[in-house]
């Protein structure tokens, strides 16, 4: 097994990993702010993590990783969609604000983890929620105060504890800015009251509008009471500390976090514990778009986990959660990716011929094919790429060398390479893509023909963009299958053409 090296954004560089102690490695990755159901760019650092959190359990044991995933649960987003939902009960007297609140989040919070379920995400150790820690966030802030690293204003929406970021030298390290070129980038608009324009809020009154906790600070000899709520950073720093202690190893999320929000973990941790780093490596998954376009309502391609599972909204039909998984994958975490119709058509005929090929194992040797599945070691060639800052792109290209060298073996009987099938279906369920009975059924003729077709039509278009490599690759896949495709010209256009026919 090859070390585990992960791009730290933090260096800017590769590194090999090394836990602070192998016997508890601990990661906390960002979760969902629950103010909404969560869309499919939000499913992809779920499934990321979720894939670096079984490699580690892979390497180190399952019981030697703790992976935090918080839920946000204190935000202006979730207040004003509870007013929204419930305002006229709230303005009736028959549910209180707070009550508002915690059903939107609880309903969110449900559909999400039907959600990340049904994309075959692993629960994470533990997931705290921000309205679980107000009194450690209380209590840092305090911290901050006692060390000169944060003070008390007025502004325009009443008193603040600001975190003051010319206290720590080597502010903006993570997102390598200047200090003097820092834009707030936070929930709250920059305002005369602060002493830099890049300080931020990590306590702020609360108005009627708004759900509050009371605090007392101590600043400057005096004792302010303020009945508030949490800043949008102060929460991931307390509920790290908590579960994982005051430096870890891995903090993970999206590019987008980089500034303002894991900058400013990182200065209100540092500062409070003076210690020299949060976490030691900061990995981050690259942007989603959608059909070539930035995801927004405006452009009318916003779509959740939800509508794609259980609506026709994109491409007119479902998709299994299984397909959304491995589409995701299909692309290095790091890299941009175009979520489109294409590309879980071709995720699904995959998943198809995988399916296919366990059929084939389970019809001739459950017992064999169960003990694969079920044995990690089987799948350490694929763990070997995965090793390398989680490149499950070449990972899936083995995995389809073996699928045709499996089903090369299924049809000549060579019973000596049936053991590549075994180390296949190894690294499917290791990935965490579920090949079970409602998976087994797209091998019918009809889905089976439909599926063909699909990658008939994708080879011509890769064809015409003059991508004759994979379009090679889909024609030596659908060999491999026993499908042949022969090309011949439209005899009224001269267009190239493609009809195909299975060989037994």
């Known amino acids: ?114 959600d990340v379920k049904a994309l075959g995400c692993l629960e994470p150790s533990f997931e705290p929620r921000a309205t679980q820690h107000i009194p450690g966030m209380v209590a840092m802030i305090q911290q901050l105060l006692d060390k000169g690293c944060a003070y008390v204003a007025s502004g325009e929406e009443g008193a603040e504890v600001l975190f003051d970021v010319t206290s720590m030298p080597d502010y903006g390290a993570l997102s390598r800015r200047n200090l003097d070129e820092q834009q707030a ?111 927004a309502k405006s452009e009318g391609n916003f779509v959740t986990i939800h509508d794609l599972l259980h609506t026709d909204k994109f491409g007119g039909r479902k998709w299994p959660g299984e397909v959304l998984r491995l589409a995701m994958l299909m692309t290095h975490y790091r890299e941009p ?26 019809d001739r040797n459950w017992v064999k094919l169960n003990s694969a599945e079920t044995t990690p ?23 389809q060398t073996m699928a045709r060298v499996t089903e090369a073996a299924l049809r000549d009987g060579d019973e000596g390479n049936m053991y590549v099938g075994l180390r296949l279906l190894a690294s499917i369920a290791w990935l965490g893509i579920d090949l079970g009975p409602e998976t087994a059924a797209l091998s019918g003729p009809e889905i089976e023909e439909v599926l063909i077709e699909r990658e008939v039509n994708r080879r011509l278009a890769l064809i015409r963009e003059r991508n004759f490599a994979e379009a090679d690759r889909i024609r030596e896949d659908l060999a491999a299958q026993g499908i042949q495709l022969m090309d011949y010209k439209d005899p009224e256009t001269g267009e190239r053409r493609t009809k195909w026919e299975v060989k037994r």
């Open 1 to 114: 097994m090859s070390e585990l090296k992960l791009y730290n954004t933090l260096t800017r560089t590769k590194e090999t990993f090394r836990p602070i102690d192998p016997a508890n490695v601990r990661m906390y990755v960002c979760g969902p702010t629950v103010y909404d159901f969560a869309h499919i760019g939000n499913a992809r650092p779920v499934i990321v993590f979720d894939v670096l959190y079984r490699l580690l359990r892979h390497l180190y044991g399952a019981e030697h990783v703790t992976y935090v995933r918080n839920i946000t649960d204190v935000d202006d987003k979730i207040n004003a969609r509870a007013l929204s939902d419930h305002g006229e009960a709230i303005a009736a007297g028959t549910m209180t604000l707070n009550q508002a609140i915690a059903r939107v989040t609880e309903k969110t919070a449900n559909q999400f983890h039907a």
């Open 185 to 295: 980038g936070a929930r709250v608009a920059v305002e005369k009251h602060k002493r830099h324009p890049a300080d931020f809020v990590l306590w702020k009154q609360s108005g009627a509008q708004a759900p509050g906790w009371e605090a007392t600070f101590r600043f400057e000899g005096r004792a302010v009471a303020i009945l508030g709520r949490p800043g949008w950073h102060i929460e991931c720093s307390v509920m790290s500390a908590a579960h994982l202690g005051e430096t870890f190893d891995i903090h993970g999320g999206g590019i987008d976090l980089v500034f303002p929000h894991h900058e400013n973990e990182i200065a209100q941790s540092r500062c409070t514990h003076g210690t020299p780093v949060m976490a030691n490596y900061w990995l981050h998954n690259g942007f989603l778009q959608v059909e070539g376009k930035k995801m």
């Open 337 to 362: 990716i175009d979520f489109s119709v294409r590309r879980l058509e071709e995720a699904e005929a995959t998943i198809h011929r995988w399916a296919k090929i366990r059929k084939a194992y389970s």
């Open 377 to 399: 070691s089987l799948a350490d060639p694929i763990a070997d790429f995965l090793a390398d800052d989680l490149n499950t792109v070449s990972a899936i290209q083995t995995m």
